[in-house]
Structure formats: structure tokens, C-alpha cells
């Protein structure tokens, strides 16, 4: 590619994190029980090294120093996530310790010159909602929107940036279709009747911010969005008509959904009449088309870490009678980050850029989670004991930036990147096997916080907005 070297000087740089995968104090502030909380205790033996959902990385007891770290990195926000199950009680009624707990997170944010951006879910349902039916259950969507309203009003005043959802594809995904995450369902209808529920939730949630910043409840200045891990579709060269069916599907399941669904207030219709077709039926009411029309955001999160390469599939039903759309094709020039399995393809990027700009020209974005996990860094260390990691983790960024560079340069509308984990965390059962971070967290000295090799260089990045 041709050299793309910098970044708009109103580019932001910042941290992803979430409440669950940094704040532990699983028992503290009035917290109870979520899903995390509910496997770790049915089963240790299924995280790695046996570390459950209890400790996060510790960050409670080091948010000053965590939020100075960001901004010695020249990061001006960070986007966290409030747990639904510290913020409310088991009544869904606000829980005030809970929200004394944000309330002073927030503050020490902005103490240390870092933006908080707010976002209400990450993955980590209250487990006494999951057993009444989850996302399944209409209960559940409104119980969130509740939740939301909630949110709204406690901290309407201090937040700008607000998010309905990470990932809204992964719970169907992991929990409900693939069976990979508590509590364990191999069912596609399900998984697709989850993704349902948490669309109608995303959607009343927006409404409940438009009405609460209506009132003068949330400021006037606030902005509300959605992010994703849109993964740009792939097939092989010289494809069948069959294969390119099997990107619409992925493509239409992943990306289409939620970018119709923040940008028009719509479903893709072809995505539901072929899900129809296979005999999966939304559980529809004639009113949801009033509720998903209330979903338009004001902007969008884009995580990415890697591409979705689909072909055909070799059978259309699978041993359990479930729908078969595409099956993965291995690209034989993948380039593959072996401690994840995922594959590194930064022009990945570019190209949902350059398929926002085409299909969503309106819409400002911005690359809010992107990062490399490699497994306990190879442990490799420097004279003054830290980790040297800038031979994968800076070209890994640098490449990403370059391209994001690019696509600014051709007109994208991306105003910022946010690097996932800056500072080592938990991540779900692979817990603290893949480290992401810029910083090192020391797990054998109480989470202690020591910079990699390749902080220094994200700091000169972060502050002059040079690809360097
Ligand atoms: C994203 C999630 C994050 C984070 C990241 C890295 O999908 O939003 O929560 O975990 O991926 O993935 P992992 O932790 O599985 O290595």
C-alpha cells in the first residue's frame, strides 16, 4: 500500500475495556450474581488456569493509576462498560452503592484528563434474568430498558458518549448457536430469537436516551451509539454463486443487521426471508415495527480484529437439524495470530471503511476495540524486566493504523481508535492466557501495572498522530 502516515489531528485515541473484564469486586457495592459469576462457580475447571470472573484485572483497587497510564499514553477517553448486576438490585431497581461506584470511576477518569464513554452491556447478563428466559424472554428486554432509563438518569448529566451494546452478535453466537459459553445451546432458531431480543433492547433503549435527553435528563451535547465486530465478508477467488450466497447470509447475520438497524430503523429482509425459508421465525409482534424504527444511532463502534472468510457450506442442515449458511474458508495466504486463531488482515479495515462510505455515507464511526492477545507475551523480557513486545504488537497496530489512515484520507468518516486492553485484563473463560496490553499486568505481584516495550511507542503515536 502506498504510505498513509498520519492521522487528522482531531483524531482520538483512547482504551477499550469492560466492567466485567477489569473491575472485580464481584461481592462488593451490592453487586450480584452475573452469568460470568454463575459459570465460575459451576465450573473453574472450564477458565484457564482456573481464574473465574471474580477478579477482573483488579481494577477497582487501581483505577487512579490505570486512568494516569491511559493519559501518560496520550489517551484522551476510555470506554468501559457499567455492569447491569452492580448498577441494579435483584428487583431491577437502582442499586445506590452501585452508583456511587460509577459515579467516582467516572470522576477519577476525568481527574486524570480521560474521557468516560459509557457503555450498558458487555456480555454479562444478571444470571436471575437469564433464568427467566434471557434475551429470549420480553421480560428480560424490557427489564433492560429499565435498566437503561435508569442508567440515564444517574449519570445523564456526566456522560457524553453513550452505547446500548458491545458485540450484540456474540451472546446468540457463543451462548445460543455455537454452544461455547453458558449455558451452553447448540440451537440456531434460538440464537437468532436471542439476537431478536437484543434488538428490540437496543432500540427501546435509544428511545428511552432520545426521551430522557428531551426532558433535559441527559445532556444536551450527548451522543448515543452501537458497537459491533463487523467482520468484512470473504470468499475465495472466482466464486460459485453458492458461495456468494453464503456471504450475503454471513454478512446480512454480522453487519447488515445492526447497520440497517442504526442507520434506517429496518431488518434487512432478505436476511428474514431466507431465515424464514429455513423455517427460523422472529418471534414478531405488529408493534416492533414501531420499536425497531426508534433504533437510529447518532454514531457507531466498529471492534475489529479479523475478517469472516465464508464459502458454501457442504450440507445445509447440521447433526442437530440446524440451518447450515456458510462454513469457514481457509484463505491459503492467511496471515494468523496462532495464540487467538484469528487471523491478521488489516486491510480488513479499509474495506468495511470503504463499504461505510459507500453504503452509510452519513454515519461517523470510529475503530473501538482492535488489538493482538498473545499468550502470556512469550514471557519475554528485557534487562529491566519488561516485556518485549514490540516486534508483533507494533507492526500489528501500526499496519491497522496505516490503513485506517487510508481510508480517512478517501473520505471515511472515522474520528478515532481505540486499543482493546491496553492494560492486560480478563478475558472470559481464555482469562489471562492472551495478553493484549500495552501494560503489563503481573498476576504473581497483586496485579501489578508495568509497561511493555511497546508502550513507549503507542505514546509517541497517541501524541504526535504519526504512524511511526
Ligand atoms: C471482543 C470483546 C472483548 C475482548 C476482545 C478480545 O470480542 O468485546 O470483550 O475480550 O474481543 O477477545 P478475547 O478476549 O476473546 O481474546
Redesign the pocket.
Known amino acids: 500500500m502506498t504510505e498513509h502516515d498520519a492521522l487528522p489531528q482531531d483524531f482520538f485515541f483512547g482504551a477499550a475495556l469492560?466492567g466485567p473484564?477489569t473491575e472485580g469486586a464481584w461481592q462488593s457495592y451490592g453487586k450480584i450474581e452475573n452469568v460470568w459469576d454463575t459459570w465460575s462457580n459451576l465450573d473453574l475447571g472450564a477458565f484457564h488456569n482456573r481464574v473465574g470472573s471474580y477478579g477482573g484485572n483488579d481494577m477497582t483497587r487501581h483505577a487512579d493509576e490505570d486512568f494516569g497510564l491511559f493519559a501518560r499514553l496520550g489517551f484522551s477517553s476510555a470506554r468501559t462498560s457499567i455492569q447491569w448486576s452492580r448498577l441494579m438490585d435483584e428487583n431491577n431497581q437502582l442499586n445506590p452503592e452501585g452508583a456511587k461506584y460509577y459515579h467516582r470511576l467516572f470522576a477519577k477518569a476525568r481527574q486524570a484528563g480521560v474521557e468516560p464513554f459509557v457503555n450498558l452491556y458487555?456480555?454479562d447478563m444478571p444470571t436471575y434474568l437469564l433464568r427467566r428466559g434471557g434475551w429470549e424472554s420480553r421480560e428480560v428486554v424490557e427489564a433492560y430498558a429499565t435498566y437503561a432509563a435508569c442508567a440515564f438518569a444517574e449519570f445523564g448529566q456526566e456522560i457524553e458518549r453513550w452505547f446500548t451494546f458491545?458485540?450484540p452478535i456474540?451472546e446468540p453466537e457463543a451462548r445460543y448457536e455455537e454452544g461455547r459459553w453458558y449455558p451452553f445451546v447448540k440451537d440456531y432458531a434460538r440464537a437468532r430469537k436471542v439476537q431478536y431480543g437484543i434488538t428490540l433492547a437496543h432500540a427501546l433503549a435509544v428511545d428511552a436516551f432520545r426521551t430522557a435527553q428531551q426532558a433535559g435528563v441527559v445532556r444536551e451535547d450527548a451522543r448515543i451509539g452501537l458497537i459491533n465486530?463487523f467482520t468484512p465478508p470473504y470468499t475465495r477467488e472466482n466464486p460459485t454463486a453458492a458461495d456468494l450466497e453464503a456471504v450475503r447470509m454471513t454478512d446480512g447475520i454480522n453487519n447488515r443487521w445492526w447497520l440497517d438497524l442504526v442507520t434506517k430503523g429496518t431488518l434487512p429482509q432478505d436476511v428474514i426471508n431466507t431465515l424464514a425459508e429455513h423455517g427460523v421465525r422472529l418471534p414478531m409482534r405488529a408493534s416492533d415495527e414501531q420499536i425497531l424504527s426508534r433504533g437510529v444511532v447518532d454514531w457507531l463502534g466498529f471492534?475489529y480484529?479479523h475478517p469472516a472468510r465464508v464459502q458454501a457450506p457442504g450440507r445445509s442442515v447440521d447433526e442437530l437439524g440446524n440451518p447450515v449458511f456458510a462454513e469457514p474458508y481457509v484463505w491459503p495466504d492467511a496471515v494468523m495470530n496462532e495464540s487467538?486463531g484469528w487471523e491478521i488482515y488489516p486491510k480488513g479495515i479499509y474495506d468495511f471503511a470503504m463499504t461505510m462510505r459507500r453504503d452509510y455515507p452519513d454515519l461517523e464511526w470510529f475503530v473501538s476495540?482492535n488489538?493482538i492477545?498473545i499468550e502470556e507475551d512469550h514471557s519475554e523480557r528485557d534487562e529491566s524486566g519488561r516485556i518485549r513486545d514490540a516486534a508483533y504488537r507494533v507492526p500489528f497496530v501500526r499496519d491497522h493504523l496505516r490503513w485506517i489512515a487510508r481510508a480517512i484520507d478517501e473520505g471515511a468518516k472515522c474520528r478515532g481508535y481505540h486499543y482493546?486492553?491496553v492494560i492486560d485484563c480478563w478475558?472470559?473463560n481464555?482469562a489471562f492466557k492472551?495478553r493484549?496490553g500495552f501494560v503489563e499486568v503481573d498476576l504473581a505481584h497483586d496485579y501489578a501495572r508495568v509497561p511493555k516495550e511497546s508502550a513507549d511507542w503507542i505514546s509517541r503515536v497517541a501524541h504526535t498522530h504519526q504512524i511511526l
Open positions: 469492560s473484564q458487555h456480555f458491545n458485540e456474540v465486530c471492534n480484529y487467538r476495540e488489538g492477545g482493546w486492553g478475558s472470559w481464555n492472551n493484549y
